[in-house]
């Protein structure tokens, strides 16, 4: 079931909104609908070592001595 809304917006965002939500075919009530669905949806809660996991490997030695490399880059 849909329920109305009133919003007040600034008069030049009303025209941008309708401009841009004329160029992706939609109305701007269902610009706004998909917004509020987009910002309201919850979260998904990751385990930072999970996330750590899926870092891509580094492209230097891990390893290396990094001060005597940048020592040895720069001349110093």
Excluded: C, W
């Excluded at 309708?18 to 610009?31: C, D, F, I, Q, R």
């Excluded at 996991?53 to 020592?71: G, I, N, R, S």
Aim: charged residues 25%; without cysteine.
């Amino acid at each position: 079931m849909k329920e109305r809304l009133n919003l007040t917006i600034d008069a030049g965002l009303v025209e941008s909104m309708k401009a841009y939500a004329a160029g992706k075919n939609m109305s701007v009530s269902e610009l706004v609908e998909s917004y509020f669905r987009t910002v309201t949806k919850p979260m998904p809660r990751t385990n930072i070592l999970d996330m750590v996991d899926q870092l891509e490997t580094p492209a230097f030695d891990v390893h290396a001595d990094l001060k005597d490399q940048y020592h040895r880059q720069n001349g110093v």
